[in-house]
T-cell receptor
Framework: DGGITQSPKYLFRKEGQNVTLSCEQN?????MYWYRQDPGQGLRLIYY???????QKGDIAEGYSVSREKKESFPLTVTSAQKNPTAFYLC???????????FGSGTRLTVV | GDSVTQMEGPVTLSEEAFLTINCTYT??????LFWYVQYPGEGLQLLLK?????DKGSNKGFEATYRKETTSFHLEKGSVQVSDSAVYFC????????????FGAGTRLAVHP
């Protein structure tokens, strides 16, 4: 079955460490996205990518980095520059025209 | 800029009650409108959508009508079940080059037996 897979489901980070969240899709979607969700808030866009080797900053890109070396993969790195990284992170993908928007099951990141 | 406003939750209902969750939007273009549902600890699932004015999206007993004159897309269900307890997000997508979704803050629904 086609879908979008995020791993790990839970992730713990020490202060000052970088961590990378994985997102893989086998839907043949061109576009991929990373969102951050905080309790009681909506989703805020971190980064998005429409094609391989190209990506754009979203509304809250500071302290995050991404790469898009393969169509199927869009990993997100939460760097030590992100002051408040504890959140639920959601990856999504879609066709370039926006159809078929599909979400992964999320990664909960906690700073310890 | 484009934005979505949802009624604040939580909304607490008894089983078989009527549900309305209000959603209004602001958009410069001609948006498509969506309702997503999120169950605890999971990602978002598309519940229904409407792509033009007066369209009605429906799924699993939920309905929403795209009202351009009032810039609204309110979610309704005639008889809720305990299994409907979740967080509901209204979202819009404005076509034209890039179709990122813009989300409301979400409304938590709790249905009690």
């Amino acid at each position: 079955d086609g879908g979008i897979t995020q791993s790990p489901k839970y992730l713990f980070r020490k202060e000052g460490q970088n961590v990378t969240l994985s997102c893989e899709q086998n839907l043949n979607h061109d576009a991929m996205y990373w969102y951050r969700q905080d309790p009681g808030q909506g989703l805020r866009l971190i980064y998005y990518s429409q094609i391989v080797n190209d990506f754009q900053k979203g509304d809250i890109a500071e302290g995050y980095s991404v790469s898009r070396e393969k169509k199927e993969s869009f990993p997100l790195t939460v760097t030590s520059a992100q002051k408040n990284p504890t959140a639920f992170y959601l990856c999504a993908s879609s066709m370039v025209d926006g159809y078929g928007y599909t979400f992964g099951s999320g990664t909960r990141l906690t700073v310890v | 800029g484009d934005s979505v406003t949802q009624m604040e939750g939580p909304v607490t209902l008894s089983e078989e009650a009527f549900l309305t969750i209000n959603c209004t939007y602001t958009a410069t273009g001609y948006p498509s409108l969506f309702w997503y549902v999120q169950y605890p600890g999971e990602g978002l699932q598309l519940l229904l959508k409407a792509t033009k004015a007066d369209d009605k999206g429906s799924n699993k007993g939920f309905e929403a009508t795209y009202r351009k004159e009032t810039t609204s897309f309110h979610l309704e269900k005639g008889s809720v079940q305990v299994s409907d307890s979740a967080v509901y997000f209204c979202a819009l997508s404005v076509s034209g080059g890039y179709n990122k979704l813009i989300f409301g803050a979400g409304t938590r629904l709790a249905v009690h037996p």
